[in-house]
């Protein structure tokens, strides 16, 4: 079955500095990928979505891209501010629907002032 | 403002009682979902609904129902089959396939 793997060690950094989180799937090819944030006793907040067939994509401070051929995906926030601490969740469609979403366990973001 | 609503924020269950949590949505959206996150988990499928009076079984189904009478609402109920109940419960919907969720801020159960 598919299996999409976040770094579940908290990511650690400088205000001013970019974030890159990782998100690793197997066995199978999602046609689309969303990123989404998660504050705690919150509910996750959609982000951003990169289809297949883009490499990258962007929305002010925030940066995703998606290669096929690794199985991966990279999300970067630039400029990073102690308000973007949080957990961040990438999700994949499910091979048998498109109107299911299989979600990582998230990796959770401290950006020091 | 459109969004979702979930009630209650908490949710205290006895043992061998059946607990019902509300969603209720206004985005005039197609299909919900009700997830469970346990901690330091992500989110899996309880149930979801693709269009009213119609739903499908998701990964963890079992000691759970659910109800689509309306487009509004979907309604979870958490049955004394499921031995486990202790978790993040989060309501979602979406426009329809390959598009973005809309989550609510989750009920929180607890056994007593």
């Known amino acids: 079955s598919q299996k999409i793997e976040q770094n579940s060690e908290a990511l650690n950094i400088q205000e001013g500095k970019t974030a890159t989180l990782t998100c690793n799937y197997t066995?199978?090819?999602?046609?689309?990928l969303q990123w989404y944030r998660q504050d705690p006793g919150r509910g996750p907040v959609f982000l951003l979505l990169i289809r297949e067939n883009e490499k990258e994509k962007r929305k002010e401070r925030l940066k995703v891209t998606f290669d096929t051929t690794l199985k991966q995906s990279l999300f970067h926030i630039t400029a990073s501010q102690p308000a973007d601490s949080a957990t961040y969740l990438c999700a994949l469609d499910g091979v048998d629907s498109s109107y299911k979403l299989i979600f990582g366990s998230g990796t959770r973001l401290l950006v020091r002032p | 403002d459109g969004g979702i609503t979930q009630s209650p924020k908490y949710l205290f269950r006895k043992e061998g009682q059946n607990v019902t949590l509300s969603c209720e949505q206004n985005l005039n959206h197609d299909a919900m979902y009700w997830y469970r996150q346990d901690p330091g988990q992500g989110l899996r499928l309880i149930y979801y609904?693709?269009?009213?009076?119609?739903?499908q079984k998701g990964d963890i189904a079992e000691g759970y129902s659910v109800s689509r009478e309306k487009k509004e609402s979907f309604p979870l109920t958490v049955t004394s089959a499921q031995k486990n109940p202790t978790a993040f419960y989060l309501c979602?919907?979406?426009?329809?396939?390959?598009?973005?969720?809309?989550f609510g801020d989750g009920t929180r159960l607890s056994i007593l």
């Open positions: 609904s693709q269009i009213v009076n119609d739903f």
């Open positions: 979602a919907s979406t426009r329809g396939q390959n598009q973005p969720q809309h």
């Open positions: 066995n199978y090819s999602p046609a689309y």
